[in-house]
């Protein structure tokens, strides 16, 4: 099952019965004309 939400490179397991976890994180410090960009393509601020 693919998720909307995916990353990449992507992760490929052969084991059903295997657990696979991810963790990532974005950084807070956005600005200029990144901020500008994303408010533009309607994100929220904040």
């Given at each position: 099952?693919?998720?909307p939400s995916?990353?990449?490179p992507t992760m490929?397991?052969?084991n059903a019965?295997?657990?696979l976890e991810h963790e990532t994180?974005?950084?807070q410090n956005?600005?200029?004309p990144?901020?500008?960009l994303m408010?533009?393509?309607g994100h929220p601020r904040g």
């Open positions: 099952m693919r998720n995916d990353t990449y490929e397991v052969g019965s295997a657990d994180s974005v950084s956005c600005g200029g990144t901020l500008l408010r533009a393509r």
